[in-house]
């Protein structure tokens, strides 16, 4: 990061309702991968970083009733719309806790209901905490013996167009990619006392002294041409990444030209007309086990 490019800094309250709101696009790869996590005698379960606590209450629903499953943020309102989520679910599980903790400053020492857990999973928090090693470490330490720590990093980012839109430039898309990643290298590089992995995750449990290290990734895959719904959540996603990438500064002028016609409801160039957007992504979860 040069000394003129601002820094990065998210306001995780500005995202509460939309990490709620995504818990029901999730909720079937949850439920899939709670099922594939849980294992017989497992009694609690730790979601790390847990958002709208989509995964927290997918583990409830999959652990018996009586066990615990604990969800960690550091944002107040993050967790009130998780709560929120969670009272409207009744669900017939394990009982959910939500703890405001952070992620760079609480995880050594994590309240009593949190510790000797059977699973610890973390999905998209770990890659916000400044010392990521460090943080997977700590999680590490507080696994119960054969307990398994989970990490949803990586994967594939989600491709919907064709690469000639025959709107600004080919290849509108990637570049829009490539915008991201120069504001995560910024957020990254924003971070009070960052410091770098230049490693892999399945190394990073490995590191942190855990066995049996796997990665099992999920492909999501819907063709052209997207039903009305599909399409539509398509859209939302690509103006919320294209508005984002724009007031930070990282889309080139042209192209925030072009997508902003391509996004515009109004223009003959919609890409809500079009017949060729499709929906293509993956998710890797990658585990590592304590020894029993
Ligand atoms: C990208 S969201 C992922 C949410 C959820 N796990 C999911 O997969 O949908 C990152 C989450 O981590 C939380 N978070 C970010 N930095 C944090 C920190 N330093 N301490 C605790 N939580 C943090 C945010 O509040 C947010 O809920």
């Given at each position: 990061?040069?000394?003129?490019?601002?820094?990065?800094?998210?306001?995780?309250?500005?995202?509460?309702?939309?990490?709620?709101?995504?818990?029901?696009?999730d909720?079937?790869?949850y439920?899939?991968t709670a099922?594939?996590?849980?294992?017989?005698?497992?009694?609690?379960?730790?979601d790390?970083?847990c958002g709208?606590a989509g995964m927290a209450m997918a583990l409830?629903?999959?652990?018996?009733?009586?066990?615990?499953?604990?969800g960690?943020?550091?944002?107040?309102?993050?967790?009130?719309?998780?709560?929120?989520?969670?009272?409207?679910?009744?669900?017939?599980?394990?009982?959910?806790?939500?703890?405001?903790?952070?992620?760079?400053?609480?995880?050594?020492?994590?309240?009593?209901?949190?510790?000797?857990?059977?699973?610890?999973w973390?999905s998209?928090?770990?890659?916000?905490?400044?010392?990521?090693?460090?943080?997977?470490?700590?999680?590490?330490?507080?696994?119960?013996?054969?307990?398994?720590?989970?990490?949803a990093?990586?994967?594939?980012?989600?491709?919907?167009?064709?690469?000639?839109?025959?709107?600004?430039?080919?290849?509108?898309?990637?570049?829009?990619?490539?915008?991201?990643?120069?504001?995560?290298?910024?957020?990254?590089?924003?971070?009070?006392?960052?410091?770098?992995?230049?490693?892999?995750?399945?190394?990073?449990?490995?590191?942190?002294?855990?066995?049996?290290?796997?990665?099992?990734?999920?492909?999501?895959?819907?063709?052209?041409?997207?039903?009305?719904?599909?399409?539509?959540?398509?859209?939302?996603?690509?103006?919320?990444?294209?508005?984002?990438?724009?007031?930070?500064?990282?889309?080139?002028?042209?192209?925030?030209?072009?997508?902003?016609?391509?996004?515009?409801?109004?223009?003959?160039?919609?890409?809500?007309?079009?017949?060729?957007?499709?929906?293509?992504?993956?998710?890797?979860?990658?585990?590592?086990?304590?020894?029993?």
């Amino acid at each position: 990061m040069t000394t003129d490019e601002p820094p990065v800094v998210i306001d995780w309250s500005e995202h509460a309702e939309r990490l709620s709101a995504a818990v029901d696009d999730d909720a079937a790869w949850y439920a899939e991968t709670a099922r594939h996590l849980v294992e017989p005698g497992d009694g609690l379960a730790v979601d790390v970083g847990c958002g709208g606590a989509g995964m927290a209450m997918a583990l409830s629903a999959a652990l018996p009733s009586d066990a615990s499953v604990v969800g960690l943020d550091g944002d107040d309102e993050v967790l009130a719309a998780a709560q929120r989520r969670v009272a409207d679910a009744q669900i017939d599980g394990a009982r959910v806790w939500l703890i405001r903790a952070d992620l760079d400053h609480d995880l050594r020492s994590l309240p009593a209901v949190a510790r000797n857990a059977d699973i610890m999973w973390a999905s998209a928090s770990i890659h916000h905490a400044a010392d990521q090693q460090s943080a997977i470490d700590a999680l590490a330490a507080h696994l119960a013996p054969g307990g398994r720590l989970a990490l949803a990093e990586g994967g594939l980012r989600g491709r919907h167009l064709p690469w000639d839109l025959g709107v600004g430039e080919p290849g509108l898309e990637n570049r829009l990619l490539g915008a991201e990643d120069r504001w995560f290298g910024r957020m990254r590089e924003s971070l009070p006392g960052t410091v770098r992995m230049p490693y892999g995750w399945t190394t990073a449990l490995r590191k942190a002294g855990l066995t049996e290290v796997t990665t099992r990734s999920t492909m999501f895959e819907q063709t052209a041409p997207l039903a009305h719904a599909e399409l539509t959540k398509v859209l939302d996603n690509l103006a919320h990444r294209v508005e984002r990438a724009s007031e930070s500064g990282d889309l080139d002028a042209d192209d925030a030209a072009a997508w902003a016609r391509l996004l515009d409801r109004d223009d003959d160039v919609w890409l809500g007309h079009r017949d060729d957007i499709h929906s293509l992504s993956a998710r890797s979860v990658h585990v590592g086990r304590r020894a029993a």
